[in-house]
């Protein structure tokens, strides 16, 4: 049985393949490791440098953000007949106009920035995000409007495209600059309408069907209800900004976070009078009003305002970075404290330390003193009669029985 159980043994051995990790360091757990231990010097640095690189670039972006100058108009109820008669459906397809001037005390050099901005329009409704069709908006399918609830269909049937309700819904005021140079002369303010997208979205994201005529490529749908020309008339003139593709469709689509926000809608162009920005002086909005805001109670306003490096006039990030540098040197100090706290209580532990040694050794005096020792003799002849006694004692208990 045992030479049995050998042979077995040797057979599997020679069969199976080994089942134990190689020699290596990987796989023996054998690498090089390096265990961190911070002192308490290195992490009172480390505290401060931090404090002192976020209070710094806190106050660089502070600073950045002064830089920039904006001046924002709201034109809700300056153009209040425009408003008055889009509160009605009925009149969706007149159209109204308005005029806003205003004055520009200071020179905005370099590229300035035209936004819009609304005020209490909740684009991060859950319903309103998901009613779209990205297979449509990249034109790989035009009749694809299965997600884009209540705006997939017309009243006969026919598919909507753009379908879904942010495409419904899309900001279509027309805004115009204008520079006053005299009560008399009017120098309209030349403004780049492309370029205004993200490249992603621009070139990936949004995508005209494969047809070299957009018209007979969208035949077979119609435009949404709220908006007055279908999708491939958005700008004629020029292709690479028309149909899906559209600058001011694709800034409309990409949906806001807050009910109040500012998309951008033009950028200055450096011609004629504006070659080194907007100069100071007198100027005047042309609005068409198409875009009602007053049935949910909401604003829409103008932002004219320059960017730096850092972005534009928020405090949000530079704030942030100035309390991130506060709270790191408001914790390295309380560390520091502590740490001096601890150190003192060390200083004194010693000393108590070296009183108890001494009464210590107070007492082994006393007990020397009391208790006098024996030498190794009287131990040994101690031991001898002690253990002669016992004997004694033993064969007398013998002797009895």
Same mark, same amino acid.
């Given at each position: 049985m045992?030479?049995t159980?050998?042979i077995?043994?040797?057979?599997?051995?020679?069969?199976? %393949? !080994?089942?134990?990790?190689?020699?290596?360091?990987?796989?023996?757990?054998?690498?090089?490791? @390096?265990? +961190?231990?911070? /002192?308490?010097?290195r992490v009172?640095s480390?505290f401060?440098?931090?404090g002192?690189f976020?209070l710094?670039?806190?106050?660089?972006?502070?600073l950045?953000?002064?830089?920039?100058?904006?001046?924002?108009?709201?034109?809700?109820?300056?153009?209040t007949?425009?408003?008055?008669?889009w509160?009605n459906a009925i009149?969706?397809?007149k159209?109204c106009?308005?005029?806003?001037?205003?004055?520009?005390?200071?020179?905005?050099?370099?590229?300035?920035?035209?936004y819009?901005?609304?005020?209490?329009?909740?684009?991060?409704?859950?319903q309103?995000?998901?009613?779209r069709?990205?297979?449509?908006?990249?034109?790989?399918?035009?009749?694809d409007?299965?997600?884009c609830?209540?705006?997939?269909?017309?009243?006969?049937?026919?598919?909507?495209? %753009? !379908?879904?309700a942010?495409?419904?819904?899309?900001?279509?005021?027309t805004?115009?600059?204008? @520079?006053? +140079?005299?009560? /008399?002369?009017q120098?309209?303010?030349?403004?780049l309408?492309?370029?205004?997208?993200?490249?992603t979205d621009?070139?990936?994201?949004f995508q005209?069907?494969?047809?070299?005529?957009?018209?007979?490529?969208?035949?077979?749908?119609t435009k949404p209800?709220?908006r007055?020309k279908?999708?491939?008339?958005?700008?004629e003139?020029?292709s690479?900004?028309n149909?899906f593709?559209n600058?001011?469709?694709?800034?409309w689509?990409?949906?806001?976070?807050?009910p109040?926000?500012?998309k951008l809608?033009r950028?200055?162009?450096?011609?004629?009078?504006?070659?080194e920005?907007?100069?100071?002086?007198?100027?005047?909005?042309?609005?068409?009003?198409?875009?009602?805001?007053?049935?949910?109670?909401?604003?829409?306003?103008?932002?004219?305002?320059?960017?730096?490096?850092?972005?534009?006039?928020?405090?949000?990030?530079?704030?942030m970075?100035t309390?991130?540098?506060?709270m790191?040197w408001?914790?390295?100090f309380?560390?520091?404290?502590?740490?001096?706290?601890?150190?003192?209580?060390?200083?004194?532990?010693?000393?108590?330390s070296q009183?108890?040694?001494?009464?210590?050794?107070?007492?082994e005096i006393d007990?020397?003193?009391t208790e006098?020792?024996?030498?190794?003799?009287?131990?040994?002849?101690?031991g001898?009669?002690?253990?002669?006694?016992?004997?004694?004692?033993?064969v007398?208990?013998q002797?009895?029985k």
């Open positions: 045992l030479v159980c050998s077995r043994m040797d057979r599997t051995s020679l069969t199976c %393949p !080994c089942r134990f990790p190689h020699s290596t360091a990987l796989k023996q757990q054998q690498l090089p490791a @390096y265990q +961190l231990r911070l /002192s308490v010097t009172l480390g401060f440098a931090m002192a976020c710094g670039m806190g106050v660089i972006l502070i950045s953000t002064k830089s920039t100058k904006e001046i924002e108009i709201n034109y809700t109820y300056i153009c007949n425009c408003a008055k008669l509160e009149n969706f397809d159209e106009t308005c005029s806003t001037p205003f004055y520009l005390p200071e020179a905005m050099q370099g590229d300035v920035y035209m819009y901005k609304l005020f209490g329009f909740y684009q991060n409704l859950n309103y995000i998901l009613s069709s990205n297979s449509q908006l990249m034109g790989r399918d035009i009749k409007v299965g997600n609830a209540p705006f997939r269909k017309s009243h006969n049937g026919t598919p909507i495209a %753009p !379908c879904g942010i495409a419904n819904s899309i900001f279509n005021d805004i115009i600059l204008s @520079y006053i +140079l005299n009560t /008399s002369i120098v309209k303010v030349s403004m309408s492309s370029g205004i997208a993200w490249w621009k070139y990936i994201k005209n069907p494969s047809s070299s005529n957009l018209p007979s490529a969208f035949a077979g749908t209800p709220s007055p279908p999708v491939y008339e958005l700008d003139g020029d690479e900004n149909g593709i600058d001011d469709f694709i800034v689509m990409r949906t806001a976070a807050f109040t926000f500012r809608y950028q200055l162009s450096h011609v004629q009078h504006f070659t920005g907007l100069p100071a002086g007198n100027y005047s909005f042309n609005i068409t009003y198409n875009f009602p805001v007053t049935r949910f109670q909401g604003e829409k306003s103008i932002v004219l305002c320059t960017l730096t490096w850092s972005g534009g006039s928020h405090l949000f990030l530079g704030l970075y309390m991130t540098g506060a790191a408001l914790a390295s309380s560390r520091m404290a502590v740490h001096l706290m601890l150190k003192e209580r060390k200083m004194v532990f010693p000393q108590q009183v108890l040694k001494r009464e210590k050794g107070n007492t007990s020397e003193v006098p020792k024996m030498s190794d003799e009287a131990r040994e002849d101690w001898i009669l002690s253990g002669g006694t016992a004997l004694t004692d033993q007398q208990s002797v009895d």
